[in-house]
């Protein structure tokens, strides 16, 4: 092939600029660490990058949803096990009181106080707010829940709380439920309910059941059971234990059932009280089975915790494994086409260097 | 005497043929760096010879004629590639400055305050009441709609600068036209005399190849040396001596520059559409297909977040127990969504307006406020097989697809113009070598000559001196 001059010129021009703009392209990897700087350089790779991140992200938020939910679990817990505490102590009082070898009028007297103590307690107990949010109120955490009479003001919805992607945890146990025993499923066991609206279509179902289930909760208090009721005490508003026409539960009304035994005490009603030991009976495992409810949310979420964790590690490592530069690899090949444009420049100039005219002289 | 004179007359032609050649030489090492020069040759003749009875005698050479090794058809084969290397170029520029809009390597894009918008409406859902939280939805509202408004500003900065470019394109083409009809001018001026206009004819072939990067073109030279250029299929730009030029501007239908041929007269055709290939055709690419398409992929996303979010906000009440209003203010059409999507004012000003509960008068309601985070996970692209991250990723995943490809391609299309102009270099470019050896060959011949001069000259004196010997 006949060589002109210019296409040596060419070639050692383009020889160079190769050399050097592959340098600049490694000592940019060098420096940055990463191998895709811009989605053109691995297209398949940088859209994969950003959905980890967009995962990672989210994930990281759904850890911070479960350590405030957590909180949130926890409180209740320790809320519902000093409940259980002070019924245990209702419960042996009321045993105590229940005969006449270890009771008698005066004693029951003093009892009933003690009674209405704890009574006074489980109310505080139903008011506990964490910050400035009542856990016992149902979504409604800015009303108090119970006045001193044990009406509910709450309302009976639970707060859920995204904890994975198509997974929510409700956060709080509603007044309703554990102290009042309404809504609770067939077993007794405080539940949430089990459907989260995602959209906007389930979203109107869920509000047009929550009217439903005002109506019939209405429709419930009108209808309740009078189990008991002393004419001593005609004029306190009497709410005792009703079955639940829905899920056909029998809650228990803790408020009431301090108070029948309470007005049993003063009344020196000793059936009364015997009968209460029956229904605190179902009030401890009213408030022992929601504390497990409790309980096992809490393991739920942990162990949720614990996988998203490991989720966002996944995740930061995917994102590294695909957009970082093997620094090995870049050095060596920093290296590598270091010699390469050494070379290139000398043989460059020996090239350009010698003509005929040289030899001329 | 006759023998010694034609002796030096063959002489003294020969003196001033090495002279010519010479002169060549020279002009080929001047133009050793011209762009576009193809090397010329002296192309020498013998002479008509004499006839003496039987003998044939040799009247020595002249110069013919100058021609250029050229060879046409590599020449017309760089054009149509260089025109292919325009259309890259210009192609793989626009789409690299177009794929940084979506580069979320190093920086916040919309992807990530998209996952900000959703988390804060987790974080809301954690505890509506506050209004932290509340805060935070209108901080990462505010800034989505915004970062929304970016792409599209960027997106449509890269357009407005593809037009200039075409309207600066546009000016170097009718310059180039009118170069291309002086030339064909001053080539039918020389050849009309039977010489070839070998410097002109370089120069023109190079003046279609610089206009065949700006523009696809098609040409063909007509029996007076004369080129017809068309750019697109219909635009003559030169006929014979005369040039046509195009215009870059605006029209009443839409915001862009097109393309429009004035022919003679007062006619102005738009060849938009006919334009494929070279810088033109790459911007034209770019502007009109790529980026279009980006923009109504931007628009889809923001329309149907604010379409989605505002039937779920609308459904919700607020801190107060108020029903809910529109949490976007709602574009009206697909269309331009991304540029107007925006905050509603009602709750920008008052971050208690957002609507978190199902159910009025409860503070800790966070129902739709999950709906709406849920959003995030919801096939609601694509005619629901797809979610905002997936189609938003996927549209990262083409962009950078194709500005891969149009990278690689222009890098492909370099090497095919490299060896192009290399076998050209090897067949027309100047090599100092050869033009030293024919310098040094001609000035042999020059010396040689003077010698046969000299010989006649002293034969003349030997005659001249007959008598006095």
Redo the contacts between chains.
Sequence with gaps: MRIADKMSFNQVNQNLTKNRSEMADLQNQAATQKRINKPSDDPLASARVLTARTEERGNTQFIKNINNARSFLEFSDQSLSELTEILVRAKELAVSQSNDASGNEESRMVTASEIEQIYNQSIQIGNRKLGERYIFGGQKTQTTPFNQSGEYFGNDADMKIQTQKDSFVAMNLPGSKVFLGRGLGGDGIVRAQYETPTDVESLKDFQNKEIERQQINEEVDSNFLTTRGPASESGRQNRSDKQDPVTGSVGVNLFSTLKNLEISLKTNDKAGVQEALDTLDQAISQVVLARSEVGSRIMAVNSTTDSLQKAVVDNKVTASQLEDADAFQVISDINKTDSTLKATLETSGKLIQPSLLDFLR | MSKISAMMDTGKRSLMNSQTALQTVGHNIAN??TEGFS?QRVELQTNTPITEGNLQIGMGARAGVVTRVNNPWLEKQIQREGMSMGFQDSRADA??RV??I?????NKGL??YM??F??SF??L???P?SLASRTMVRESSVALTKDFGRVVGQLKAVQEDLDGQIKTTVEEVNQLSKEIASLNEKVQMVEVQGTPANDERDRRDLLLKKLGEKIDISWAEGKDGMVTVTAGRTAILVSGIGSSELKARQTDARDRVEVFFEGSGSTSANITGQITGGRIGGALDVRDHVIEDLLSHVDNMAYTLAK?VN??HI?GFDKSGRNGVLFFDMPDQVKGAASVIGLNKTVFNDVGRIAT???P????????A??I??????QVMDGGTSTL??Y???Q??????V??RA?KAQESQKNVM?QL??IR??????????E??KM?EFQKTYDASARLIKTADEMFDTVLNLKRM
């Design positions: 050793k760096s090397r789409l690299s794929e940084q979506y580069n979320e390597q190093n992807n990530q996952t900000d959703f988390n987790r974080e859902s954690n505890n009441e989605e039937t779920a459904e509960g199902a159910q008068g409860a503070a800790g309601d966070n129902t739709v999950n709906v985070s849920a959003l995030q996970y919801r991250d997936d938003y990723s996927t990262v995943g083409q962009i950078g697809a500005t891969q990278v490299s102009t290399n270099e090897s067949i027309s470019g100047v090599s100092l070598d050869e030293t050896t040094i």
